[in-house]
């Protein structure tokens, strides 16, 4: 029936089973356990009317011209450009921290010291990631890096991971360097924008396809069989011997067999409002106050006019497989313990000719939107793309 199975109806098997379907004319099936396609990036309208992001604010950017434009072909845009506060000390200043944020919070003679010493040594525009910042061996400047890392940085880790941030990989507190800058926005890329009708419409369009068939509701587990000895494959109790497209944890698909690896998940607490608005900007991270990290508004990035407004509060909390309320893992902890566990299932991953690994859950990589269209596009140029 199909040519390939895809697993997982996110950025990675949507991008995947649409290049298939339409450049390969392959049948491809993709299924997903959950009741909607678009993975994480799964948007829809609350019983108010308001586009809500049923799993985390999405703020599409990026500096990839061939991604942008093969996502251009599925929706129309909406220029958007991120702005996040964090809320330190009794006021809320710009993050990544930046100039401005120096200025609001210490005082002018220090700051403006400090803003010398800064463009002095890193020159302006340039972006140091807090770990980095630590190291340098300069009185004034490592009390700045000492109070960003105090302020910023130490306790939203210890809340989103349960770490300190240098027990988890550079790259995650390296996500949100400090900017010595005056721009207040959160990403500086070419392209930021929000698909006109919204993502899911996106992934819609994405998979309209005579070709292509979608399965919800559908733990693949349970409709699929890979023999971990053989390799044979078997979809609905008959062989399957087609390419298999995996975007789901890796670990659950080689039935744990060097160990599980941890994620982190997350409660999303959801909140309408009768106000027009709730806060300045779309989202306004709290380090050191309360037990969840930020609250997103979405209004400011659907732009919508509606008499009320919805907020939603990020409480992040460990994955456990079993636990209905802590089962969807967002985040693969980066830590070198578990990327070592990770290299003996890509190892492994290896021998199986017929199973592609693409995704953030499959890789274990901190992918965004734009990386894993990318990282997609690139698997299908150099696995499929050829009839060979
Ligand atoms: P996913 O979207 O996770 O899709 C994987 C799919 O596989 C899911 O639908 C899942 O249900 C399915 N699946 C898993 N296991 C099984 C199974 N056993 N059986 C059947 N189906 C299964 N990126 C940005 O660029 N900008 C942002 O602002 C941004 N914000 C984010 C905020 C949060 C809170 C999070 C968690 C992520 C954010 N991202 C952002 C990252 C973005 O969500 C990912 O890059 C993207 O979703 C990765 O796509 P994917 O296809 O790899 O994974
Ligand atoms: N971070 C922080 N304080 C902040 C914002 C970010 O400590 O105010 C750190 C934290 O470790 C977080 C990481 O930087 O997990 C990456 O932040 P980002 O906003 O990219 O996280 P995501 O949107 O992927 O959850």
Known sequence: MFDT?????????????????????????????????????????????????????????????????YLSQFTEWRPYQHEVLAFIDGQ??????????????????????????LIDRFGYG???PILELRKINDKELKFLADFIYEKIFV??????????????????????????????RYFQDKYQAIPAQGYTKVFQNMLDHPHIS????????D?????LETGRMQFMQSEFTGQFIFTGLIDE???????????????????????????EKTTVNYPNDYDFTRITEFKHISQQVTPGTTIVREFPQDF??????????????????????????????????????????????????DDIVARALHVFDARFASPG
């Open 223 to 227: 409709v699929f069989k890979l023999d």
């Open 5 to 69: 199975i895809i697993i997982g109806a996110g950025f990675a098997g949507a991008v995947l089973a649409e290049r298939l379907a339409t450049q390969r004319q392959q049948r491809v099936l993709v299924i997903d356990k959950r009741q909607h396609i678009g993975g994480n990036c799964y948007d829809c309208f609350d019983q108010h009317g308001v586009l809500i992001h049923q799993y985390g604010p999405h703020l599409f950017h990026t500096d990839n011209k061939q991604v942008f434009d």
């Open 155 to 184: 306790n939203y880790t210890a809340k989103q991971w349960g770490k300190k941030p240098e027990d988890i990989s550079a790259e995650v507190t390296g996500r949100v360097p400090v900017h010595i800058s005056r721009d207040n």
């Open 214 to 221: 979608v399965m919800l509701n559908t733990d693949f587990k």
């Open 92 to 117: 809320k200043v710009p993050v990544p921290f930046n100039l401005n944020s120096l200025h609001s919070l210490l005082p002018k003679s220090l700051a403006d010291s400090l803003e010398l010493k």
């Open 126 to 128: 340039v972006k140091v």
């Open 253 to 279: 698909l080689f039935a744990s067999r060097f160990g599980e690896l941890p994620y982190r998940s997350l409660a999303f607490k959801f909140e309408h409002l009768s106000s027009q608005q709730f806060q």
């Open 320 to 369: 456990e497989r079993d636990n209905p309320s802590r089962n969807i893992p967002y985040y693969p902890v980066f830590t070198d313990e578990n990327k070592q566990k990770l290299d003996r299932y890509l190892a492994f991953a290896e021998q199986f000719e017929n199973i592609t690994l693409v995704g953030r859950l499959a890789e274990n990589r901190y992918y965004d939107m």
